[in-house]
Nanobody, 123 residues
Framework: DLQLTESGGGMVQVGGSLRLSCAAT????????MGWFRQSLREEREAVAA???????KYADSVKGRFTISKDAASGTLYLQMNDLIPDDTAMYYC?????????????????WGRGTQVTVPP
């Protein structure tokens, strides 16, 4: 079965950058779409970005132009490059995946989840 493990979180100043990684094992022969979600203490889990199995990208309006989702084809590792970070980006960030071709930005469409990595941007 697919296993997802996030890393790369931390504390960064306003305007700084972080790159999150999601190591994935167990892809098998299926096509998978993948995504990044986040959840803060006050909010429900929300989509950040998603990647179709053929490389198409989708982003939440709040991160467009600042965040980039990508995947290394050789290793299968999913990345989230986050630039120009702001305090509202503070959250636990989760990697997610589901079998299929085209990604959704809805959490309930994803079947596999990592445990998360914390990102903190102090005011």
């Amino acid at each position: 079965d697919l296993q997802l493990t996030e890393s790369g979180g931390g504390m960064v100043q306003v305007g700084g950058s972080l790159r999150l990684s999601c190591a994935a094992t167990g892809y098998g022969t299926r096509a998978w779409y993948m995504g990044w979600f986040r959840q803060s203490l006050r909010e429900e889990r929300e989509a950040v970005a998603a990647l179709d199995s053929d490389g198409g990208e989708k982003y939440a309006d709040s991160v467009k132009g600042r965040f980039t989702i990508s995947k290394d084809a050789a290793s299968g590792t999913l990345y989230l490059q986050m630039n120009d970070l702001i305090p509202d980006d503070t959250a636990m960030y989760y990697c997610a995946a589901a079998p299929g071709l085209y990604a959704s930005l809805r959490a309930n469409r994803f079947t596999h989840w990592g445990r998360g990595t914390q990102v903190t941007v102090p005011p």
